[in-house]
């Protein structure tokens, strides 16, 4: 049974629970396996080594998350090959692949975690009773280490997109 976290984060005001650990920056990264397609599978330590931005997202079926999503996309070629952006949503990879195509999103990766919701329970940002995650990210540098952390307070409301690309350009140094 996951830890839960009661009061974490907010949703419109209202305190939600969130189920799995607070994730620190300093501590290694736990290793969790989602889906990129429905059939190929994505494993945090099986990817090249780069510094990797996890981004934790309700459902990129929303305005909040839409804009995120387009916002590192944007971004990502600024922080070159030495970086790769994650968008982590439990949207099934059918949805995320129609979104990315209907918005020219390319330069992330969409990975689905609808199936086991490894990353969800294992990042701490699970949404206890609603089945969507909270909104987060997480810097993880070359060796595995998380660098920067951040559970966004109110789940409708944007990251720290300067925090976490700065964490990012930290990273790949």
Known sequence: MPEKRAGAVNMKGNPLTLLGPEIQAGSPAPDFTALASLTDAW??????????????????????????????????????????IAVISVDTPFAQGRFCGAEGVENVKTISDFKDRAFGTTYGVEIDGLGIYARAAFVVNRGGTVTYAEYVPEVTTEPNYDAILAAAKAAAG
């Open 43 to 84: 494993t945090l330590s099986a990817q090249p080594a780069k510094v990797r931005v996890l981004l934790s997202v309700p459902s990129l079926d929303t305005g909040v998350c839409a804009a995120e999503t387009k916002r590192f996309n944007d971004e990502a070629a600024a922080l070159g090959d030495a970086v790769e």
